[in-house]
């Protein structure tokens, strides 16, 4: 069972940091694109910045300089480092990946979307 875990959300001042993670866990092959998006009360949810496995990078041309997505290929974890923070970041973060898992037979299952839940980053004016 694949899971994407998120942690590192909460309050923060504007002009704050916040780190966030997210985990993937379980029976995984490989992880394709990793990425971050966000879903403000009553928005669409928008891809903040993604990455690829050889680190090429995307980003929402708002939190350019501002945001940096890093990834560890080695225990399939993504991370997004938010400085200089706004009240217009907030909203519920979540993990996505593209990755490829193992089946219940051994054999490897199609490359599939995943989504954590969600964490929530309120940035305070």
Excluded at 25 to 52: C, P
């Amino acid at each position: 069972q694949v899971q994407l875990v998120e942690s590192g959300g909460g309050m923060v001042q504007a002009g704050g940091s916040r780190r966030l993670s997210c985990e993937a866990s379980g029976n995984i092959f490989g992880v394709h694109k990793m990425a971050w998006y966000r879903q403000g009360v009553g928005e669409e949810r928008d891809l903040v910045a993604s990455i690829t496995t050889d680190g090429s990078t995307i980003y929402k041309d708002s939190v350019k300089g501002r945001f940096t997505i890093s990834r560890n290929n080695f225990n399939n974890r993504a991370y997004l480092q938010m400085n200089r923070l706004t009240p217009a970041d907030t909203g519920t973060y979540f993990c996505y990946a593209n990755l490829q898992a193992y089946s219940s037979s051994g054999g490897l299952s199609p490359v599939v979307d995943y989504w954590g839940r969600g964490t929530q980053v309120t940035v305070s004016s």
